[in-house]
């Protein structure tokens, strides 16, 4: 499946551990015309493993974008940040940090650990195509 914005086909690591959530999620790209691959992981270590092709993760494919959904510590979140940064197959990996409320963005992991753009629904789609100025 091709991101109609650029043509290229897009891999997506969502962690989040609500179905209802991933489903708004997975609207909200589809409905922006972005029908990549999502992929879904319910925490940190499960994210850390997929991200490192651990088992069971042998034949993941490296995500353009990892959505950190739900709720997670400062500690995890931060390592999420290392591995994409630290890994030379995950260079080009966006990490997005989504609060479902607005906000809810200022008491979020990501206003701690800085360089990952915290971002509602809304602003999802900019993030995950990459348009810059949405970090926050």
């Not at 490296?62 to 739900?70: D, E, L, Q």
């Not at 995950?90 to 990952?116: F, Q, V, W």
């Not at 753009?117 to 900019?126: D, G, Q, W």
Request: hydrophobic letters at 40%.
């Amino acid at each position: 499946m091709l991101d109609k914005h650029n043509g290229a086909q897009l891999d997506i690591l969502l962690v989040e551990n609500n179905p209802e959530r991933f489903r708004q999620v997975k609207d909200t790209l589809v409905e922006a015309g972005i029908q990549g691959r999502l992929h879904r992981v319910g925490d940190v270590s499960e994210a850390l493993a997929y991200l490192r092709q651990d088992v069971p993760y042998f034949a993941a494919p490296t995500p353009n974008s990892v959505i950190i959904g739900g709720v997670i510590s400062v500690g995890s979140c931060c390592d999420l940040a290392h591995e994409t940064r630290c890994n030379p197959r995950l260079r080009d990996t966006r990490l997005i940090d989504l609060c479902y409320e607005t906000d809810d963005c200022d008491s979020h992991p990501s206003a701690i650990c800085c360089d990952i753009a915290c971002v509602t629904l809304p602003e999802l789609i900019a993030s995950v195509i990459g348009v810059p100025s949405v970090a926050t």
